[in-house]
């Protein structure tokens, strides 16, 4: 990006051969979508039957199911923008969108 | 190849910038689930450019490229051209467009690609109008469906994709949903492995556009399936398959009860949905019955 921009902005007098690469995306990143999130899921363990439809259905693919854990639903809430999907789709309901702030 | 700044579980990355519940999202995710790191990906403008980035920054950790809305198909067939000239048979070309650039701008450029039998996998996710630039109607938009072009419901039904794609005789071409994501993995396992050009149709609910609550994304997608508003099937070598069939449809308001842009239509105007898409659904199913 910025080869090209100083390339427009640069005054050549006379033709002159560039090697333009042009915009490139050469870093990997996350924005922190937990950010946006204004109603967070509480999962219910006890009913939990550890299905996994939730991490199926999760948009951002941020739901682990640890079968050996007590709290089996693991929820990244970095990047979760608290959607309800998981809480939609949860077969036995165990799932609930509680107000996270005002 | 790329500095990678936060890790993710598979070849997309966790905090893309896609509003909340948004169908696409997951789309794209059990797609890049399947066909793998062996792919390069052909990105338009649009919704689905956000995983393509801003400035320098990438949401996916395989090659890909963002052309215009017109020639999707075109830089497709481009790079698949390319690939062969090296001897390179093994590596899967993916364009990921929207209703938009698929059966409005680029429908030409995708109907050469089909003609040339070029070996391209084309997903056309259709989230039923132009979604990304504010909500405008395009030719997917469904009959009566509320949108900023159409603030009192669109007057016309919607363009037929896979129709216009089986009439080219391509290989494979199939509908999918998201309400059911193994039958939709499973059509991009076949669609990757033909030797040729195959179309994947996907139904996408959008909540911002069609304004519902984010958490109904799958249950409205179910919904659509189950009113017989989308119908599930797949071409394959001449010969239709149908997925999924109903014996009795459900009643149209399960799924435009839920929807603010089908929100100010009146009693009557119902009805007429109601009887215009049970027309349309048994009219297609009797097309699609005697394709084979």
């Excluded at chain 2, 893309?16 to 789309?27: F, N, Q, R, Y």
């Excluded at chain 2, 669109?154 to 193994?182: C, E, F, V």
């Excluded at chain 2, 071409?235 to 603010?260: D, H, S």
Aim: charged share 20%; proline share 4%; glycine share 8%.
């Amino acid at each position: 990006m910025t080869v090209m921009q100083k390339q427009q902005e640069k005054h050549t007098p006379k033709p002159q051969k560039f090697r333009v690469y042009g915009p490139v995306a050469t870093v990997y990143g996350s924005s922190n979508t937990g950010s946006w999130r204004i109603l967070c899921p509480k999962v219910d363990y006890e009913a939990c039957i550890k299905c996994g439809t939730c991490a199926r259905s999760c948009p951002a693919n941020i739901i682990d199911i640890i079968k050996e854990q007590s709290e089996c639903v693991v929820i990244d809430f970095d990047y979760c923008k608290g959607c309800g999907i998981c809480a939609n789709e949860c077969p036995v309901k165990c799932i609930s969108m509680v107000v996270e702030r005002g | 190849m790329y500095d990678v700044q936060h890790n993710s579980r598979g070849l997309v990355s966790h905090g893309v910038s896609a509003c909340a519940g948004c169908g696409m999202e997951l789309i794209m995710r059990n797609v890049l689930e399947v066909l793998g790191e062996d792919t390069i990906i052909l990105i338009p403008p649009g919704c689905s450019a956000l995983f393509s980035g801003f400035g320098n920054e990438t949401a996916l950790k395989i090659p890909g490229f963002q052309g215009n809305l017109e020639n999707t198909a075109a830089c497709a067939a481009g790079v698949r051209a390319a690939l062969n000239a090296k001897g390179n048979k093994h590596t899967t070309v993916l364009a990921f467009a929207g209703d938009g650039g698929t059966v409005d701008i680029g429908i030409q450029s995708l109907s050469g690609v089909l003609e040339r039998r070029d070996k391209v996998l084309y997903i056309c996710y259709d989230n039923e109008a132009y979604m990304n630039t504010g909500i405008q109607a395009s030719s997917s938009t469904p009959y009566f469906a509320g949108t900023t072009t159409t603030p009192s419901g669109k007057k016309t039904g919607r363009k037929d994709l896979m129709q216009i794609a089986i009439a080219h005789d391509i290989p494979y071409a199939a509908t999918a949903s998201i309400n059911n994501l193994n039958d939709l993995k499973k059509k991009v396992q076949k669609a990757k492995d033909t030797d040729g050009p195959s179309l994947l149709h996907i139904h996408t609910p959008c909540p911002t556009g069609w304004r519902y609550e984010p958490a109904k994304t799958i249950e409205i997608a179910r919904a659509a399936v189950q009113t017989g508003c989308w119908i599930l099937y797949e071409y394959e070598a001449g010969k239709v398959t149908i997925n999924y069939r109903q014996k009795e449809l459900k009643p149209i308001e399960e799924y435009i009860g839920f929807q603010g842009r089908f929100g100010n239509l009146s009693k009557e105007q119902k009805k007429e949905i109601q009887d215009y898409v049970t027309k349309q659904y048994n009219k297609y199913i009797i097309k699609l019955e005697a394709m084979n």
